[in-house]
C-alpha cells in the first residue's frame, strides 16, 4: 500500500513569495490533515478535511494560508505572502478512521 | 485544553543501554496515545499506538506503557542502538467528537557507538 505523498521535499524562498505543498493522501483515507511544525515543536495542526469539506480551520492564519482539497483527494496548501516565522515542515496525514493517522514525509520550507 | 508534556528534550546515552522517555499529558479523557519516531528533516513514523484500556505495547525493543488516571505514559528502549537516534514524539487523541492530534515537543535522542 502507497503512503502518503507529498511535494516537494524542500523550498527555499524569500519572504513576501509565495508557494504552495502538494499532498496525495493513502488512497481511501476521506480524513486529510495539515500540520505546521516549527523546529523544536511538535505538530500543529492547520486545518482538517473531510472529504473535500473543512472540518477544523482554527488555526490556519487565513491572511495568508489558504488550502483546498479537490474531489476529496489531492489537497494543496499555498502560502502567500510568506513571512520569516512560516519557516517549518509542513505535514500532511490521512486517515480511514478517526483514530489513527499516517503521516507523509513533509515539506522544509526554509523563508529568507 | 489539552497538552501534552515531554521531558526530557534531549538524551543521549552509550550504545547498549537501556532508557525511559517520558509523556505527561493532562486531560486523562484520551481514546489513545501514540508514539511517533521522527528522523532529521523527515515525517513521522508510527512506533506503538496504545488504546485507552489497555496499559501497554511491546514491539520489539520497544515498550510503551499508559497510566490513564495519573497523565503518563513512558516508551522504554531497551540495548539502544545508533539507529536509534532520532526525536521521539508523544499524541494524544482525546475521546469526544473532536478527533484530532495533540503532540509534545519530543525528545532528541543520540545512541553514541
Known amino acids: 500500500e502507497a503512503g502518503v505523498a507529498q511535494s516537494p521535499r524542500y523550498k527555499i524562498i524569500e519572504k513576501r513569495q509565495s508557494v504552495a505543498f502538494w499532498c496525495n493522501p493513502i488512497?481511501?483515507?476521506?480524513?486529510l490533515y495539515w500540520y505546521q511544525q516549527i523546529l523544536g515543536q511538535g505538530p500543529k495542526l492547520l486545518i482538517q478535511?473531510?472529504?473535500?469539506?473543512?472540518?477544523?480551520d482554527s488555526q490556519l492564519p487565513k491572511d495568508r494560508f489558504s488550502a483546498e482539497r479537490l474531489k476529496g483527494v489531492d489537497s494543496t496548501l499555498k502560502i502567500q505572502p510568506a513571512k520569516l516565522e512560516d519557516s517549518a515542515v509542513y505535514l500532511c496525514?490521512?486517515?480511514?478512521?478517526?483514530?489513527?493517522?499516517?503521516f507523509g514525509p513533509g515539506t522544509r520550507l526554509t523563508v529568507t | 485544553k489539552q497538552e501534552v508534556t515531554q521531558i526530557p528534550a534531549a538524551l543521549s546515552v552509550p550504545e547498549g543501554e537501556n532508557l525511559v522517555l517520558n509523556c505527561s499529558f493532562t486531560?486523562?479523557?484520551?481514546?489513545?496515545l501514540q508514539w511517533f519516531r521522527q528522523d532529521p528533516g523527515k515525517g513521522l513514523t508510527s512506533l506503538l499506538l496504545?488504546?485507552?484500556?489497555?496499559r501497554e505495547q511491546t514491539s520489539g525493543r520497544l515498550n510503551a506503557s499508559l497510566d490513564k488516571s495519573s497523565g503518563r505514559s513512558t516508551l522504554y528502549i531497551a540495548a539502544s542502538q545508533p539507529g536509534d537516534s532520532a526525536t521521539y514524539l508523544c499524541?494524544?487523541?482525546?475521546?469526544?467528537?473532536?478527533?484530532?492530534?495533540?503532540f509534545g515537543s519530543g525528545t532528541q535522542l543520540t545512541v553514541l557507538p
Open positions: 496504545i488504546q485507552s484500556s489497555q
Open positions: 486531560d486523562s479523557a484520551i481514546y489513545n
Open positions: 499524541a494524544v487523541l482525546p475521546s469526544g467528537s473532536a478527533r484530532q492530534l495533540t
Open positions: 496525514a490521512s486517515s480511514l478512521t478517526a483514530y489513527e493517522q499516517y
Open positions: 478535511f473531510q472529504n473535500n469539506g473543512v472540518v477544523d
Open positions: 488512497s481511501g483515507h476521506a480524513t
